[in-house]
């Protein structure tokens, strides 16, 4: 245990100097100091405003996230400002630079598109504000000082061996015809998803035990525009009236629940048999599904761990402290990697659900049923 303290601690001192380099290379304050540090560098007022910029509502972790930062930032002595950005990315930037402007001591980003957020972070860090990406990677910039999320390429690795574990039990022998789905291209973490997932999936396409009847197995191909339903339903459409004729579809990678119960919406319609299904972020309609035994697969990311992870970490910073740091390696965003704080996907199937979710009182109930 004290082997792992001091790890910990060295890493975090290793975060907190990242952290005091980040400031001073744009000119900001003295490298003595952290990022949103005062003058004395011993952080920041214990009342400082903290903005939150969050995407869209495209599924409901990012619906639950808003209340418990305003309720978390709020019983931490903060003032909090939460916004979402629903009509994209502009008014996303427009916020953030607002948030600045209203003298933000720390922003945090969850954003729609992690590649455009470049100028408005950079003016945010060189107003002396500590930039916390959550969730989803920042990119192609150094004013990102942490990211705090659950480690999203496990989340893919998950998604695959799910995959296979369900065909084996559901669908007897192989080989067995799947199709791939992956995220909005827009989304950094789409990709980690996807390459998580083909890690375990490529040497069993390339073994023959897994057909893509499509053909269709490139990020590219497969990634679905905003992470709409309708937007992969129509592809699923089109796949299993262009490809399939009466052969069997026996399962679909899908990187979240929306995608996946839209996949088995367009399976259905074109009357085969339920295929084996993976998805992610525990959705209400999915676990009912997945009890039911049609959706095969979620993964729990609980986002009360999430946010309270990152306030923990806004906490260590107004103190002047080092944050909470367990990665240094993972993450790199184009420009730097970004120290991080992973936590650990869990995979959900019918068989683990009621004890997965023993603690949540959303979920719990559902697998009573
Ligand atoms: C991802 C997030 C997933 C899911 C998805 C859909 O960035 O990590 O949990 O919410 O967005 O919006």
């Known amino acids: 245990m004290k082997k792992l303290t001091a790890a910990l601690v060295a890493a975090g001192a290793a975060g907190a100097l990242l952290l005091s380099g980040c400031s001073s290379e744009r000119g900001g304050s003295s490298t003595e100091e952290t990022a949103g540090t ?34 978390g930032l709020t019983e931490a002595g903060f003032n909090p400002i939460v916004q979402f950005a629903n009509s ?18 720390v922003i945090v980003v969850g954003a729609i598109d992690g590649s455009q957020l470049g100028s408005q972070l950079e003016a945010a860090a060189d107003s002396g504000a500590s930039v916390i990406a959550y969730d989803r990677l920042v990119k192609n910039t150094d004013a990102v000082d942490m990211y705090v999320a659950f480690d999203n390429f496990q989340v893919g690795v998950l998604q ?8 084996a039990e559901r669908k007897g022998e192989g080989p067995y015809n799947i199709e791939l789905i992956a995220g909005s291209p827009d989304d950094a973490n789409s990709t980690p998803f996807f390459e998580g997932a083909m890690s375990v999936l490529q040497p069993k396409i390339d073994d023959g035990t897994l057909v ?16 709409k339903a309708e937007n992969a339903q129509r ?39 339920t295929p084996v299904v993976t998805g992610q972020d525990s959705e209400v309609e999915s676990v009912k599904s997945i009890v039911a035994g ?37 993450y790199d965003n184009g420009v730097k990697v970004v120290p991080s704080f992973l936590l650990t996907p869990l995979i959900v199937t019918q068989e683990n659900a009621a004890e997965v979710y023993a603690d949540d009182e959303t979920l719990f109930p559902l697998t009573q049923e």
């Not at 400082?48 to 869209?56: K, N």
């Not at 695959?160 to 065909?167: C, D, M, R, S, T």
């Open 212 to 227: 893509v009847v499509s053909g269709q197995t490139s990020f590219e191909q497969v990634a679905t525009q905003g992470w």
């Open 38 to 71: 005062s003058e004395s560098g011993g952080g920041f007022a214990a009342d400082a405003t903290i903005g939150v910029a969050l995407p869209q509502k495209t599924s409901e972790n990012w619906v639950l996230a808003e209340q418990l930062f305003v309720d």
């Open 160 to 167: 695959g061996e799910a995959l296979l574990q369900g065909l």
């Open 88 to 105: 994209g990315v502009t008014e996303q930037q427009n916020q953030i630079q607002a948030m600045t402007e209203q003298g933000a001591s």
């Open 294 to 330: 049609e959706q095969y697969s979620t993964i729990y990311k609980d986002t009360r761990e999430l946010v309270a992870q990152t306030i923990k970490e806004i906490q260590a910073l107004q103190k002047g402290e080092e944050p909470e740091i367990n990665d240094t390696e993972s």
């Open 235 to 273: 592809r699923m459409d089109t796949i299993l009236s262009g490809s399939y004729g009466s052969a069997e579809l026996h399962g679909v990678l899908s990187p979240n629940d929306t995608l996946g119960r839209a996949a088995l919406t367009s399976v259905a319609q074109a009357g085969k048999d």
